[in-house]
């Protein structure tokens, strides 16, 4: 396990793991079902990605996207590799929406729509609701 995957919370954030990646509940909500897809591989830099890791990424995005949609019914996905703080190769994986959505009587709204994702504005989300976005994504992955 990487420091990027035990920062974000795992092995208790995951949503769902593979041979070469793993998909976890970002722990701040930026958007409703925000998510980091980190490389399980032993790499700093997307172009030293194995070609395996590439074509397993293939097959991980289209579950999480179809996951995600499924779920929340996002308007657009925002993929960051941003690597400044946390090296290994990771994504934050941001579903964007016109409007505000409803989860467990709470409202996550996204303060950047329609411009790029601020990462610094979160949706409060206390840690019951957190465990409801994992399980309900846990139940719909495809």
Same mark, same amino acid.
């Given at each position: 396990?990487n420091e990027t995957l035990k920062k974000f919370g795992y092995p208790q954030t995951l949503v769902r793991e593979f041979d070469r990646w793993a998909v976890v509940l970002r722990p701040k909500q930026v958007t409703l079902g925000s998510l980091v897809?980190?490389?399980?591989?032993?790499?700093?830099?997307?172009?030293?990605?194995? *070609? !395996?890791?590439?074509?397993?990424?293939?097959? #991980?995005?289209?579950?999480?996207?179809?996951? @995600?949609? &499924?779920?929340?019914?996002?308007?657009?996905?925002?993929?960051?590799?941003?690597?400044?703080?946390?090296?290994?190769?990771?994504?934050?994986?941001?579903?964007?929406?016109?409007?505000?959505?409803?989860?467990?009587?709470?409202?996550?709204?996204?303060?950047?729509?329609?411009?790029? *994702? !601020?990462?610094?504005?979160?949706?409060?989300? #206390?840690?019951?609701?957190?465990?409801?976005? @994992?399980? &309900?994504?846990?139940?719909?992955?495809?």
């Amino acid at each position: 396990m990487n420091e990027t995957l035990k920062k974000f919370g795992y092995p208790q954030t995951l949503v769902r793991e593979f041979d070469r990646w793993a998909v976890v509940l970002r722990p701040k909500q930026v958007t409703l079902g925000s998510l980091v897809l980190v490389c399980k591989e032993p790499v700093t830099a997307l172009a030293a990605v194995s *070609p !395996d890791g590439f074509s397993e990424l293939a097959e #991980v995005t289209r579950q999480m996207e179809g996951t @995600l949609a &499924r779920t929340f019914q996002y308007d657009k996905i925002n993929y960051l590799l941003l690597m400044m703080v946390d090296p290994d190769v990771h994504f934050h994986v941001l579903p964007r929406y016109a409007g505000p959505r409803r989860f467990r009587d709470v409202e996550f709204t996204d303060t950047s729509w329609p411009g790029p *994702p !601020d990462l610094t504005k979160v949706n409060e989300s #206390v840690p019951e609701i957190s465990r409801a976005i @994992l399980e &309900r994504l846990r139940e719909n992955w495809r």
